[in-house]
């Protein structure tokens, strides 16, 4: 997975009936755009850290 700032990260619901996750990476501290991901989440305060597992999926930004 490679992903760059401002592109959004979606993680299904590991629960049935639980909802997406979606966040926005605001960092990118791996190497040519490898994780881990610093990542603000659309319904939780503050930054987190993320090891994005194989249920996330990068919405990319239309930044370059």
Known sequence: MKAKV?????IG?????SPL????????RGS????PYLVRW????GEHLLFP???????SSSQS
């Open 6 to 10: 401002n592109d959004r990260i979606v």
């Open 13 to 17: 619901g590991h629960k049935v009936g």
């Open 21 to 28: 996750r979606r966040g926005l990476i605001i960092e990118v």
């Open 32 to 35: 040519d755009g490898a994780p």
């Open 42 to 45: 659309d319904n939780e305060p």
């Open 53 to 59: 597992g194989t249920d996330a999926v990068l919405e």
